[in-house]
């Protein structure tokens, strides 16, 4: 066979392998409880299985709509109003996407061009850079603290120029496990205001919020909701990451653009889970009930290393906590969670790959999302390191 050559570079040639990718092989390979990567290991409701199976059996087994089926679009913008207040059009300003990755790669593809500029908050979840850099955009990093990660405005208003095409915020934020505060919303907003910016908002974790507070949605705030798109995770709400479902939502002129790139990367998504989702928003308690449940998980986690020499903050939303371990030893935190997973037996992700310059704060990202045994085999590990 010929062997193929290009004198063109790959666009991106020199993106490392995922961590996610990198430490679920070595949980797997050296048979260590993986709390690492974001999924449950507890079943989804039955009720829910149940229902893609009654529409698959109903015949809705071809295509559905390329924007997705009209009363699931329907029921998510009524949830939206119910939740924080803002009116959208179920005909014109929301998308069911292959989950919240694609509506943000979607909306980078729908407006960034080569050389504009977009500021991404780290630490930060791992596709966004990704698809600025196919898209020739140039990251611009802000780096929340290490402390409680907290964001200077002064530095953000800093990283605005005229190239800043698009801002990309997400909260509850993952890995840190914090969220945005009212003031943060209203500094962001007038950080903006009288800009062209468009906002991309991931609030993938918006309904998993703990100790009472609240989700500050960009569709809290009639000013950002002019410039945003807001993108979301049925996945991540219903304990269904393998299905890849999820949507985004924004004005019509932003969806428009938005809908061009998802027409002809997917056109469209599973159209029985579509009909199921319908159905089981019906119920408001299937979303709102879900602080709670992880609340109770979080509480569980941490009250199994009490005996242990990690420090932490309990995290205020998302399901992870992270864990510093300076009293425990020096080395890289990559290093550690290595040695965890390997000698262990606990996989967990290093925090240093998502910072500006893999800036090494010695934390360590766990997933709570998971059975409460699988909690408490975990911690019993982790009190004895």
Request: hydrophobic residues 40%; contains cysteine.
């Amino acid at each position: 066979m010929t062997k193929f050559t290009s004198s063109h570079t790959p666009k991106l040639y020199n993106l490392p392998t995922s961590i996610f990718t990198i430490m679920s092989k070595l949980a797997a390979k050296h048979n260590a409880i993986n709390i690492s990567q974001g999924f449950p290991d507890f079943d989804t409701d039955p009720v829910l299985v149940e229902l893609v199976a009654d529409a698959m059996r109903s015949g809705y087994n071809q295509y559905a709509p390329m924007a997705g089926i009209y009363s699931l679009r329907a029921a998510i913008c009524q949830k939206i109003e119910l939740l924080y207040g803002a009116n959208y059009l179920p005909e014109s300003e929301v998308t069911i996407t292959s989950g919240a990755t694609e509506a943000i790669y979607s909306t980078i593809s729908a407006f960034v061009s080569a050389g504009e500029e977009v500021i991404v908050i780290k630490p930060a979840y791992d596709c966004y850079e990704p698809a600025i850099l196919a898209n020739g955009g140039i990251p611009v990093f802000v780096q929340l603290n290490n402390i409680d990660f907290k964001m200077d405005w002064a530095e953000f208003r800093s990283k605005i120029t005229q190239k800043t095409r698009m801002v990309i915020i997400n909260t509850p934020h993952n890995p840190s496990g914090t969220i945005f505060s009212q003031a943060d919303m209203l500094h962001l907003q007038d950080a903006l205001k009288g800009t062209n910016i468009i906002l991309l908002s991931d609030e993938a974790y918006e309904h998993i919020v703990f100790d009472g507070l609240s989700h500050e949605s960009v569709a809290k705030y009639p000013e950002l909701v002019s410039r945003s798109v807001i993108c979301a995770s049925f996945g991540k709400t219903f304990h269904t990451t393998g299905w890849k479902m999820g949507y985004c939502v924004a004005p019509k002129a932003l969806m428009k653009e938005i809908q061009k790139i998802h027409e002809f990367n997917v056109f469209s998504v599973s159209h029985p889970m579509q009909r199921a989702l319908t159905e089981y928003l019906k119920t408001p308690d299937n979303y709102l009930a879900l602080h709670s449940f992880f609340q109770k998980k979080r509480d569980l986690f941490l009250e199994g290393i009490q005996g242990s020499r990690f420090t932490y903050k309990p995290s205020l939303g998302t399901y992870f906590q992270l864990l510093n371990y300076t009293q425990i030893t020096d080395e890289s935190d990559v290093a550690l969670a290595k040695r965890l997973t390997i000698d262990h037996g606990v996989a967990s992700i290093p925090i240093s790959v998502f910072n500006t310059d893999q800036l090494d704060h010695k934390l360590l990202r766990f997933c709570f999302a998971k059975k409460d045994e699988t909690i408490k085999r975990a911690t019993e590990i982790l009190n004895k390191f």
